[in-house]
């Protein structure tokens, strides 16, 4: 069915780094753009990044900016995310999200979501 | 501290109608639409309304939004126990060039 599929979570030290994967089913993939979503345990929602439909976009939170990057295979159906230089602030469950636009800037809307992979930061 | 505000709580008994605020600014809700996500207990978010008043594919009309100026509110009315999580409201932020998401409201149905 359509769907979002996050892996790559665990537990890492500070300062290391990891790739999260969102792999995406059942839907023409390269249509959408795609986000990644934050929630530390017993918080909010933070916005971590967005990508275009195409790759050629990418934006970031200001918390993630210069240390996390989004990228994006459209010939696997995956999302990408690669956390470096991780703080213990990283430890959150890590969501992809479909945006129901390709472009989207301004507006837009997530409407699909997977059901998020761990990360742990810690020494 | 989250760009977008909102009351970190709200209550209602079954039937009722609620709402929920989000206060922005001119370079978030006053400039862009917004949207309202659900997250109820232990599950990934929802969509539940995009560009200020739509609803997707399958969420019921008890569900409304509306916006003016640089604050918007979600609405739900004939309050039901499975309406009970977490809300949470975001758009586009001019100044930031990403998105922002509004602290969350927890919605309990006494």
Same mark, same amino acid.
């Given at each position: 069915?359509?769907?979002?599929?996050? !892996?790559?979570?665990?537990?890492?030290? +500070?300062?290391?780094?990891?790739?999260?994967?969102?792999?995406?089913?059942?839907?023409?993939? !390269?249509?959408?753009?795609?986000?990644?979503?934050?929630?530390? +345990?017993?918080?909010?929602?933070?916005?971590?990044?967005?990508?275009?439909?195409? &790759? @050629?976009?990418?934006?970031?939170? %200001?918390?993630?900016? &210069?240390?996390? @990057?989004?990228?994006?295979?459209?010939?696997?159906? @995956?999302?990408?995310?690669?956390?470096?230089?991780?703080?213990?602030? %990283?430890?959150?469950?890590?969501?992809?999200?479909? %945006?129901?636009?390709?472009? +989207?800037?301004?507006?837009?809307?997530?409407?699909?979501? &997977?059901?998020? @992979?761990?990360?742990?930061?810690? !020494? | 501290?989250?760009?977008?505000? $909102?009351?970190?709580?709200? *209550?209602?008994?079954?039937?009722?109608?609620?709402?929920?605020?989000? #206060?922005? #600014?001119?370079? /978030?809700?006053? *400039? /862009?639409?917004?949207?309202?996500? $659900?997250?109820?207990?232990?599950?990934?978010?929802? =969509?539940?309304?995009? #560009? /200020?008043? $739509?609803?997707?594919?399958?969420?019921?009309?008890?569900?409304?939004?509306?916006?003016?100026?640089? *604050?918007?509110?979600?609405?739900?009315?004939?309050? $039901? #126990?499975?309406?009970?999580?977490?809300?949470?409201?975001?758009?586009?932020?001019? *100044?930031? /060039?990403?998105?922002?998401?509004?602290?969350?409201?927890?919605?309990?149905? =006494?």
């Amino acid at each position: 069915q359509v769907q979002l599929v996050e !892996s790559g979570g665990g537990v890492v030290q +500070p300062g290391r780094s990891l790739r999260l994967s969102c792999a995406a089913s059942e839907f023409i993939f !390269s249509n959408y753009g795609m986000h990644w979503v934050r929630q530390a +345990p017993g918080k909010g929602l933070e916005w971590v990044a967005v990508i275009w439909y195409d &790759g @050629t976009n990418k934006y970031y939170g %200001d918390s993630v900016k &210069g240390r996390f @990057t989004i990228s994006r295979d459209n010939s696997k159906n @995956t999302l990408y995310l690669q956390m470096n230089s991780l703080r213990a602030e %990283d430890t959150a469950v890590y969501y992809c999200a479909r %945006d129901f636009r390709a472009a +989207p800037e301004k507006a837009g809307g997530a409407d699909l979501w &997977g059901q998020g @992979t761990m990360v742990s930061v810690s !020494s | 501290q989250s760009v977008l505000t $909102q009351p970190p709580s709200a *209550s209602g008994t079954p039937g009722q109608r609620v709402t929920i605020s989000c #206060s922005g #600014s001119n370079s /978030n809700i006053g *400039s /862009n639409t917004v949207n309202w996500y $659900q997250q109820l207990p232990g599950k990934a978010p929802k =969509l539940l309304i995009y #560009s /200020n008043n $739509q609803r997707p594919s399958g969420v019921p009309d008890r569900f409304s939004g509306s916006k003016s100026g640089t *604050s918007a509110s979600l609405a739900i009315s004939g309050l $039901q #126990s499975e309406d009970e999580a977490d809300y949470y409201c975001a758009a586009w932020d001019d *100044s930031l /060039n990403g998105w922002v998401f509004g602290g969350g409201t927890k919605l309990t149905v =006494l």
